[in-house]
T-cell receptor, first 115, second 114 residues
Framework: ETGVTQTPRHLVMGMTNKKSLKCEQH?????MYWYKQSAKKPLELMFV???????ENNSVPSRFSPECPNSSHLFLHLHTLQPEDSALYLC??????????????FGPGTRLTVT | AQSVAQPEDQVNVAEGNPLTVKCTYS??????LFWYVQYPNRGLQFLLK??????LVKGSYGFEAEFNKSQTSFHLKKPSALVSDSALYFC????????????FGSGTRLLVRP
């Protein structure tokens, strides 16, 4: 295990639903990330938080809303999603964001299916 | 533009044989390079990184990678493949304009046959 947990592991939701993805890191890291992994596409960075402040919002539609209440927890709130939003959503953490040498540690992901 | 290329969608190798998964990069300045592995239904796991120093970097599970500046490559290698090495491998380079961003390749699926 990498020290990063995500719940739920699988989620099926309709386009009118509201749901949230949760990520928790047990590594004492200060930075957390959300990525989207779709088939046949490179990983897409969605959001970055450093010390609970958002430092990156990578042109993500407003139907995705992140929340970072503390350095150990990260949420991704979902509402009125589209079928093309179906993907594996990965959370990651790193020791910091300012050091170019920091590797990121990933959670197992949430497999999201939008019907 | 900064980029990472993994030219092979899939690599097939017999168990016990050496394996190589290729990666080339394009960045300005000195690169910071990473390899990750993804097993089915799992997130990415960090394998190794190159920052500076020795061009041959050793990582987890017996993997190593060789940094070649003149060829702008960072190929992943293992002397003797195991069936359990079968997975999806990603090469990544640190974005030189943004210290927290990793630019990932498209991934290479490694299949080790018994």
């Amino acid at each position: 295990e990498t020290g990063v947990t995500q719940t739920p592991r699988h989620l099926v939701m309709g386009m009118t639903n509201k749901k949230s993805l949760k990520c928790e890191q047990h590594l004492g890291h200060n930075a957390m990330y959300w990525y989207k992994q779709s088939a046949k596409k490179p990983l897409e960075l969605m959001f970055v938080y450093s010390l609970e402040e958002r430092v990156e919002n990578n042109s993500v539609p407003s139907r995705f809303s992140p929340e970072c209440p503390n350095s150990s927890h990260l949420f991704l709130h979902l509402h009125t999603l589209q079928p093309e939003d179906s993907a594996l959503y990965l959370c990651a953490s790193s020791q910091g964001v300012s050091g170019r040498t920091y590797e990121q540690y990933f959670g197992p992901g949430t497999r999201l299916t939008v019907t | 533009a900064q980029s990472v290329a993994q030219p092979e969608d899939q690599v097939n190798v017999a168990e016990g044989n050496p394996l190589t998964v290729k990666c080339t990069y394009s960045v300005s300045g000195n690169p910071y390079l990473f390899w990750y592995v993804q097993y089915p239904n799992r997130g990415l796991q960090f394998l190794l990184k190159y920052i500076t120093g020795d061009n041959l970097v050793k990582g987890s599970y017996g993997f190593e990678a060789e940094f070649n500046k003149s060829q702008t490559s960072f190929h992943l290698k293992k002397p003797s493949a195991l069936v359990s090495d079968s997975a999806l491998y990603f090469c990544a380079v640190r974005d030189m304009d943004s210290s927290y961003k990793l630019i990932f390749g498209s991934g290479t699926r490694l299949l080790v046959r018994p």
